[in-house]
Structures are given as structure tokens and as C-alpha cells.
């Protein structure tokens, strides 16, 4: 793909396709699909929160009262949509070891809808940022998971196999989850009110990765500790995705009201304004923790117990970044720590064993009802 400059939405959905055959999406993906911006409804006409709270919410950049507000409405956009493309550039290959047909099917639905989100906030930018909007949605489509070029850690990790697909579905869908909560409370209106139909649709991702690890887990094949390596492998990667504690870009975000809490409406008490990410990835992991207590109410006999790895376990953003901990949060020396790695993250004879899922009969459960 070379050096565009994009005029117009059309142009952005020329670029749009070309990104497409660069990274040799199989295009039944797009057949029967119409790619289109979708538009809800807001919470409410007012600023929920932040300085400019009761006033009416910004529908053109123009009304957005300062430069650096903007920026960082800019930036919060591109942000979120480089991970909605990312995470195809991760999924696409896996097209062609679906366990089911049905499989396939949701794998197919998660793609489109994950290039729809891109689409939709390339459409913000290139509505309402100008010639910096045009040139952040060229941008997005350059960056390459691939090439470890995404914005977040999560969405340069490759996702090998399809024990990997519903555990990042499980994990990394839902962290989507959370921030197009947060995002649904913005004082841009056009921001909120892409969220509506986008969180719909995430849902369903969401609910794709607990199924298909369900259903996995009732097949009573595949070793349980080979599933735990995988949960270690995503989800310091997903807490690292609620950005740094004592952040002072979530704070400008909240006191500018572009980014509320994920229950911004139905949480009486005022924020922690210096406290906002860390709140957010607690909520998430709340609720994470119940899942995996779920999924161990279906483990076969004998089979030991799932369980999340410490927060501080593999963090690459936050207070504990780049520390040696060990799945259980004991601190590690650098030897110690080496070796625990090799023995809790999946090595290639797990990854040989992991991508049989796709292709040895009785692996995972055909679909529930
Ligand atoms: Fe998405
Ligand atoms: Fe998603």
C-alpha cells in the first residue's frame, strides 16, 4: 500500500479495501456483509461528568472547547480503532482450522464486526478531525499486528490456534467490553453514540470466547493446565490494556468528559480522578474472576482448578511493569523467574498441542443450545 492522501470517506474506503487484500483477508468474509456506520442513542443530552458536566454534549469538533481536548478526543478515537483492525490481522488465518461449522461462523461474524468498528471510528475521524482525523484512519491501516506495530501490547501477541481465539475472545473482547463502556459516556456525542451498536455486536465476542472455553472444558480433552497457560498468556496483556495506574491522561479524560467509568450512571460516589484505570481493570477483573470460577464448576474429575494470574504477574504497563513475579505474586529472582516463564506460558509442544483443537474430533463440544 503506498502513500495516500485521503479526500474523502470513499477514499478512505478504497484504502479500506486495499488493507484488505494486503493482508489476504479471505473475501467470503465480506460476502452478504455491508460494511456501514452505525449510530445509537446517547445516555442522556447532558455532560455526565468532568468540569463541563450539565452542559450540552458536543456534536461538531467545533463545540469542543480547547485544543487539547480535541487532541485527546483525537487520540482516545485512534486508539480504539487501531485495535478493532488489529485484532483481524490476528484472527484471519484461523479461518482455516475452524473446529465447527459453527466456529467458522462466529469467527467469520467477530471479523466483520471487528472491521466495522474500525470503519466506524475512521468514520469520526475522517467526519470530524480534519486533516489530522484523515491522517490517523490512513494510519490505522498501515500499522500491522504482524509487525508489532499496533498501538497496544494485546494486539501485536499472535493468536496461533483456536484455544488462543476464545481465550483472547474471553479476555481482550471483553477489556473492548469495558472501554466502549466508558466511551458510551463521552461528552463528543458521535463518539457515544457509536457505542450503542458496537457494544451489541461485542457482546457477542464475548460470549463466543466463554462458549467455545466451555465447551472445551466439558470435552474433558484437553488438559486443563495447557487452557491455564493460555489464561496467563492473555491476561496480564489485558490488564496492561487499562493503561497506567495513576494515570494522568485518564484523569484529563474524566475532567474533560470524554471518558467516564464503565458504570458511570449507576455509581453514586465521585471518581478517583487519579485512581480511573486502576478502578476500571478492578471492575473487569471482578468479573473475569466469576467466569473462571464458572468454568470450574464443568472441570472433569482430578482436573486442578483455573485461576487468573496476579496482577502483578508479566506486566508490561503499570506500577509493577517489567518486575518478576510468578503467577501466584511471589517475587522472583532473575533465574528463578526465567524458569517459571518457560513453565507457565505456553511453550511449542503446548502450541502444537493447542492447535489440535481445530482439527481432532471431541476436542470441544459441538455448539450448546
Ligand atoms: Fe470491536
Ligand atoms: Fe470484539
Not at 463518539?191 to 466439558?218: C, D, Q, W, Y
Request: contains cysteine; hydrophobic residues 35%.
Amino acid at each position: 500500500m503506498g502513500a495516500a492522501r485521503l479526500n474523502s470517506f470513499d477514499d478512505w474506503v478504497d484504502y479500506f479495501r486495499a488493507w484488505q487484500k494486503d493482508i489476504d483477508l479471505d473475501p467470503s468474509v465480506n460476502s452478504g456483509y455491508t460494511f456501514e456506520a452505525k449510530y445509537g442513542d446517547l445516555h442522556g443530552p447532558a455532560i455526565e461528568f468532568g468540569d463541563f458536566k450539565g452542559d450540552r454534549k458536543w456534536e461538531k469538533i467545533l463545540e469542543v472547547p480547547d485544543q487539547r481536548i480535541r487532541d485527546a478526543l483525537l487520540h482516545l478515537i485512534t486508539y480504539q480503532g487501531d485495535t478493532e483492525f488489529a485484532s483481524v490481522e490476528q484472527q484471519r488465518h484461523l479461518l482455516a482450522t475452524a473446529p465447527t461449522p459453527h466456529d467458522l461462523e462466529a469467527l467469520v461474524r467477530v471479523m466483520r464486526e471487528e472491521m466495522r468498528h474500525g470503519w466506524q471510528m475512521c468514520h469520526l475521524l475522517m467526519s470530524h478531525f480534519g486533516d489530522s482525523g484523515r491522517l490517523e484512519a490512513q494510519k490505522m491501516l498501515e500499522r500491522r499486528a504482524t509487525r508489532g506495530e499496533r498501538l497496544l501490547g494485546s494486539f501485536n501477541v499472535p493468536v496461533e490456534n483456536w484455544l488462543d481465539f476464545f481465550t483472547y475472545t474471553q479476555f481482550i473482547d471483553r477489556d473492548g467490553k469495558f472501554q466502549l463502556g466508558m466511551l458510551s459516556h463521552s461528552a463528543f456525542a458521535p463518539l457515544a453514540r457509536s457505542m450503542g451498536p458496537m457494544l451489541k455486536e461485542e457482546s457477542f465476542h464475548l460470549g463466543t470466547g466463554n462458549n467455545g472455553l466451555k465447551r472445551i472444558v466439558r470435552a474433558g480433552r484437553l488438559p486443563i493446565p495447557l487452557m491455564q497457560k493460555y489464561f496467563n498468556k492473555w491476561v496480564p496483556t489485558a490488564y496492561d490494556l487499562f493503561g497506567t495506574d495513576g494515570s494522568s491522561s485518564a484523569h484529563w479524560a474524566y475532567v474533560w468528559g470524554l471518558k467516564g467509568r464503565f458504570d458511570e450512571d449507576q455509581n453514586p460516589h465521585p471518581a478517583e480522578r487519579d485512581r480511573l484505570n486502576e478502578y476500571a481493570r478492578g471492575l473487569y477483573a471482578e468479573e473475569i474472576r466469576g467466569l473462571v470460577e464458572a468454568l470450574n464448576r464443568d472441570l472433569p474429575e482430578g482436573a486442578p482448578p483455573l485461576y487468573l494470574p496476579d496482577e502483578k504477574f508479566n506486566r508490561r504497563i503499570g506500577e509493577h511493569a517489567g518486575g518478576r513475579f510468578a503467577v501466584d505474586g511471589r517475587p522472583l529472582d532473575e533465574a528463578a523467574y526465567a524458569r517459571h516463564l518457560a513453565e507457565v506460558l505456553p511453550g511449542d509442544e503446548d502450541r502444537r498441542r493447542a492447535s489440535a483443537i481445530g482439527r481432532e474430533e471431541g476436542f470441544i463440544l459441538p455448539r450448546q443450545a
